[in-house]
């Protein structure tokens, strides 16, 4: 698969299908690296949705690995702490993850799932997980 550009990538995720990202979770991982330097840069980036579409297929895949990096995605700009939901981190599971986070000393990231617990973002995760399927999948 071809990601050097916004539109091979927007291409590729629309591509994999939530049953699908597991076995994609390396291509999602470096899509998500490349989405966060092109928001990163002074141009911005030229697909916003691909960061935040990213963002939800890994959540599917929830390994707890990828939150420090699903967390510097979410905390480029007040954009993306807007777009890049705070559900996606907790693919894993609420507590699961931030116990995780916790033993790995990512005390940080962990106070921002704390937080989102505290607000009851993750109250409904099944709705939530359903909204986005039908969002970026509407055909399925």
Same mark, same amino acid.
């Given at each position: 698969?071809?990601?050097? &550009?916004?539109?091979?990538?927007?291409?590729?995720?629309?591509?994999?299908?939530?049953?699908?990202?597991?076995?994609?979770?390396?291509?999602?991982?470096?899509?998500?690296?490349?989405?966060?330097?092109?928001?990163?840069?002074?141009?911005?980036?030229?697909i916003k +949705?691909? $960061?935040?579409? !990213? %963002?939800?297929?890994?959540?599917?895949?929830?390994?707890?690995?990828? *939150? @420090?990096?699903?967390? +510097? /995605?979410?905390?480029?700009? $007040?954009? &993306?702490? !807007?777009?890049?939901?705070?559900?996606?981190?907790?693919? %894993?599971? *609420? @507590?699961?993850?931030?116990?995780? $986070? @916790?033993?790995? %000393?990512?005390?940080?990231? /962990?106070?921002?799932?704390?937080?989102?617990?505290?607000?009851?973002?993750?109250?409904?995760?099944?709705?939530? $997980?359903?909204?986005?399927?039908?969002?970026?999948?509407?055909?399925?």
């Open positions: 698969m071809k990601i050097s &550009t916004s539109s091979e990538r927007q291409s590729t995720l629309r591509s994999i299908k939530p049953t699908d990202a597991v076995s994609n979770r390396q291509t999602l991982l470096e899509i998500l690296k490349l989405e966060m330097e092109e928001w990163k840069s002074e141009k911005g980036p030229k +949705e691909n $960061l935040f579409q !990213c %963002g939800f297929l890994l959540h599917i895949v929830g390994h707890y690995e990828d *939150v @420090e990096l699903m967390y +510097e /995605a979410r905390n480029i700009n $007040l954009e &993306t702490s !807007c777009g890049f939901d705070v559900q996606n981190l907790v693919g %894993g599971g *609420v @507590e699961e993850t931030i116990t995780y $986070l @916790e033993i790995q %000393g990512l005390n940080h990231v /962990a106070e921002e799932i704390k937080a989102g617990y505290y607000y009851r973002d993750f109250d409904n995760l099944p709705k939530w $997980l359903s909204f986005k399927k039908k969002y970026y999948y509407p055909e399925d």
